[in-house]
């Protein structure tokens, strides 16, 4: 019985050994876990998917602009066909060539450079064209004016401008001390006396303003500071004549700005208005000869410039009336003082 007892026991733990054998296990949820996770962590990083499509549109786009042909110039207008896309992606130094060769075709081309046209004397209308008159150019002291010519509000007087004021058109008396040796404004009409037509103020010249200056207000130190003066048209002008020279030979003005309708002149050898007189005339023929040799002069750099004997004549008047106004050290003087400006006009 015992025996009996014993075999059945024996054959029991060997079914339950058996029938745990075979039993389906079921998974740890926690050992699932760890497993995923060190799964996901031993992946290599994936690429920048993302980023690469998009350059590889850019390529499709970059490509068909540099390798289509320029189109012929035609009279009918052509539709531009769409870009075919592109299977195998271009590389990044590819792309990089190619931007650069798709900007440098975009941008404009730079108009090629050309030298400047150089002045050409051109008279004025109603101006001589030819003239017999000869000029000589003079050294001059110092260093040459510090802007261009035409732009220098204290040679170029047109610059400046000048209004007509309602001041009287006649000499008049300034109490001061008066110069021995003045340029005299009635050596400027040869052969005749002087006729005042109107008068008129000059405008200031604000060195401050931009690069060379701009026009400023009308200078209000003398009531008048340009002088109207009756001539006839194609009458032969000089300048305003005086006695010390400033080279040898008998020169006594330096001509420091010169162009068809004015001119400016200077009684010392220095290529600036700020010692010394210094008379301006307007609206003059200006000889041809006498222009022709400044502009050279001034090409060259101004280190001569035209110099003048009294008596040169320096041009005609243009019409029916011209214009003078002298400045001592840059100052502009009233051209109606008899005293000053007058002593052989009285």
């Not at 006594?252 to 700005?257: I, K, P, R, S």
């Not at 162009?259 to 005339?281: I, P, Q």
Request: charged share 15%; hydrophobic share 40%.
């Amino acid at each position: 019985m015992l025996q009996r007892l014993l075999i059945a026991v024996a054959l029991g733990g060997v079914v339950f050994s058996l029938y745990t054998l075979n039993r389906v296990q079921t998974p740890d949820p926690n050992l699932i876990r760890l497993s995923v996770r060190a799964t996901v962590h031993a992946m290599p990083t994936a690429p920048p998917i993302v980023v690469e499509v998009t350059r590889i549109v850019e390529v499709t786009r970059i490509v068909e602009i540099v390798q289509t042909p320029a189109p012929t110039p035609s009279p009918q207008p052509t539709e531009t066909p769409a870009p075919s896309p592109i299977d195998t992606p271009t590389p990044v130094a590819a792309v990089e060539v190619q931007a650069a060769a798709m900007l440098s075709a975009a941008a404009p081309p730079e108009p090629p450079a050309s030298a400047p046209e150089p002045v050409q004397p051109v008279a004025a209308a109603g101006c001589p064209a030819t003239s017999a008159n000869q000029y000589t150019l003079i050294p001059v002291t110092g260093p040459p004016t510090d802007h261009p010519d035409a732009l220098h509000g204290d040679l170029n007087l047109g610059l400046r401008g000048y209004t007509p004021t309602d001041a009287a058109a006649a000499l008049i008396s300034i109490n001061g001390p008066t110069d021995s040796d003045p340029p005299q404004i009635s050596s400027t009409l040869l052969g005749g006396g002087a006729s005042f037509t109107q008068v008129y103020r000059v405008r200031d010249w604000d060195w401050g303003c931009g690069e060379h200056g701009c026009q400023g207000g009308e200078l209000s130190q003398v009531e008048a500071s340009l002088l109207g003066i009756a001539a006839a048209p194609g009458q032969p002008l000089s300048f305003p004549a005086r006695s010390a020279q400033i080279y040898g030979g008998g020169y006594t003005a330096l001509v420091v700005y010169a162009e068809e309708t004015r001119l400016t002149v200077v009684y010392t050898r220095e290529d600036s208005v700020a010692n010394g007189y210094t008379a301006h005339l307007e609206k003059i023929c200006v000889d041809p000869n006498l222009l022709a040799l400044y502009r050279s002069a001034n090409a060259a750099g101004r280190g001569s410039l035209p110099g003048l004997r009294n008596g040169d004549v320096v041009g005609t008047a243009s019409g029916g009336e011209i214009a003078v106004a002298v400045r001592d050290r840059g100052w502009f003087a009233d051209p109606r003082s008899a005293k000053d400006w007058w002593h052989t006009g009285q």
